[in-house]
């Protein structure tokens, strides 16, 4: 028995000129190129939002400590009482502190970190130094509760101490805020604008409970003396 096999029909198959394909090729390039902006802008203000809910709920834990703790809002240097502190790195968690606030917080800690931030693209960094029994740098500067975080500047126009326990919380003190600071500058912010080498903006948690935005020209600086470090809400 002759195995079947297919007879040719003499007809051409049809495909693409390499006019065809070029054109196509550079069509699809200019369409990638007016949908990257909008997909950059999509993800920018994802991470914003972001950052307002992990906020929103930070507060909730100041709130929830302070209720158990004489109305005082939580502070590094209730538990450490080192240099750094003195100096106003007000990102730096020190463990005792992580220790004291995990109780209030749902989700593992990873509220700390925004999606924008840029010291570290490793949110679950906490864990590792933690685990070597030192502090680790959150997203946010904590502003209420920090004996050294109360520096403000006359002649930066802000004279506003923060908040050291609940019944000093208003709609206009800020509890915590986007880490907007102007080391290196402003590289390791939040909401980093690169190609204008300056930040996009900041949210910041007030004493209300509400969280505002603010574009960078409408921000107000906070300068802890002597550390040459503004800070920005």
């Known amino acids: 028995m002759k195995c079947c096999h297919s ?12 006019i065809e394909m070029l054109a196509t090729v550079a069509i699809v390039a200019v369409l990638a190129a007016l949908l990257f902006p909008s997909l950059s802008s999509y993800k920018k203000a994802a991470n914003r939002t972001k950052c307002t809910n992990n906020l929103r709920s930070i507060g909730a834990v100041w709130t929830s400590f302070a209720s158990d703790n004489n109305g005082f809002f939580p502070s590094n240097n209730l538990f450490y009482g080192g240099d750094d502190v ?13 220790n004291a606030l ?7 800690g990873d509220i700390f970190f925004c999606p924008e931030y840029k010291f570290s693209k490793e949110p ?29 500047n006359d002649s930066l126009g802000n004279n506003l101490p923060p908040a050291f326990r609940l019944s000093q919380a208003s709609s206009k003190v800020p509890l915590l805020f986007d880490d907007t600071t102007s080391d290196e500058n402003f590289r390791y912010s939040n909401h980093y604008d690169k190609s204008k080498q300056l930040p996009y903006g900041g949210n910041a948690l007030f004493g209300d409970g509400h969280v505002e935005w603010r574009n960078y020209p409408d921000m107000i600086p906070v300068l802890k003396a002597g550390s040459g470090f503004t800070r920005y809400y």
């Open 102 to 108: 995990m109780p209030y917080v749902n989700g593992g």
């Open 7 to 18: 007879i040719g029909t003499g007809r051409r198959v049809a495909g693409f000129t390499l």
């Open 86 to 98: 003195k100096l106003g790195n007000w990102t730096l968690m020190y463990g005792a502190l992580h």
């Open 124 to 152: 679950k960094m906490w864990k590792q130094e933690l685990a070597r029994g030192g502090a680790y740098y959150i997203s946010y500067n904590m502003y209420a509760g920090q004996d050294y975080a109360a520096a403000y």
